[in-house]
């Protein structure tokens, strides 16, 4: 019977180890975990995610601020504030919410967070340690570090000998979940548009990650039986009778589910992971912060 990899439940596990370790982390230093969430416009979706990760961190018993700019802000004055949350003692955390307005330059917005406040794990410090296997200090990413966590429930934290394809090249999801699975001893192919054949160099894979936001494109044919598969993606299609979109993820579920070994739903699966981690990364930054060794999740 193939295993649902349930992301919900194993998020809320995560962050019960959060909440767990918040007070003693306070105890022992004084330091209570802090995360700046700044937004810049009024995008729906930017302040359905931003309210879900403010209300988390107060869950998890965080100092959490919220800064709002508006649409048309200068770039010089959010480069600003951040050069403040920087250095600002109480803040372990920072987050810009992306997408950004034109007149913005992410990547400068991005590199300008201090790699020890970068919760988010996109800076190029973060990057490069990610890449170099130097797992220990670095942020990973929110949604590859989620995606690791759930393989590791179905395969155990060392996976030497297994075939490993992440589909999908991001420097948000595709890039670091190589290296992720390449520092757990996986052998690794990374696939994409342009891959020959690439039915054929998924069904080698005893883990295949998709995430390449295209709709239920990986079918069940493609998937060598009894492989763990994770689902990235999140579609919108068509339309309930609420008229509210379905949610589908990069793999055909029904399809997939009959041959996988364990499999992630789409809702469900890994977009719970992704702000589970982000609290995992914060707490982790308090500790370092402290002198503190970092929790392991």
Not at 56 to 75: I, N, R, W, Y
Request: charged share 15%; aromatic share 2%; proline share 6%.
């Amino acid at each position: 019977m193939t295993n649902i990899l349930d992301g919900k439940a194993v998020a809320e596990e995560v962050i019960a180890q959060v909440k767990r370790l918040t007070p003693q982390l306070i105890a022992q230093t004084g330091a209570r975990p802090g995360i700046a969430v700044v937004i810049v416009g009024e995008d729906p979706a930017s302040q359905v995610y931003v309210g879900s990760k403010e209300r988390t961190a107060q869950d998890c018993g965080f100092h959490s601020v919220k800064h709002e700019l508006p649409a048309d802000a200068a770039q010089a004055d959010l480069l600003t504030l951040i050069d403040r949350l920087n250095a600002d003692p109480a803040i372990h955390g920072i987050l810009v919410q992306l997408p950004l307005p034109k007149q913005i330059d992410a990547l400068a917005v991005i590199q300008a967070i201090s790699p020890a406040k970068d919760v988010d794990g996109f800076s190029y410090v973060n990057v490069g340690k990610v890449a170099a296997g130097d797992l220990a200090t670095a942020f990973v990413p929110c949604t590859p570090a989620g995606c690791m966590i759930l393989i590791e429930r179905a395969r155990g934290r060392d996976l030497s000998g297994l075939n490993a394809v992440v589909v999908g090249r991001s420097n948000i999801v595709g890039k670091p979940m190589a290296n992720l699975l390449l520092a757990a001893n996986c052998t690794v192919t990374v696939a994409h548009s342009r891959t020959i054949d690439l039915p054929a160099v998924c069904r080698q894979a005893d883990i295949l990650v998709a995430a390449v936001g295209r709709p239920r494109m990986i079918e069940g044919g493609w998937i060598k039986p009894g492989a763990t598969v994770i689902d990235v993606g999140i579609n919108r299609v068509g339309a309930h009778q609420n008229g509210k979109a379905k949610l589908t993820g990069d793999v055909d579920f029904a399809t997939a589910s009959q041959v996988a070994g364990a499999i992630t739903p789409v809702p469900g699966g890994v977009g719970p992971m992704t702000i589970a981690m982000l609290m995992a990364n914060t707490l982790s930054a308090a500790c370092l912060a402290s002198g503190q060794p970092r929790p392991i999740f």
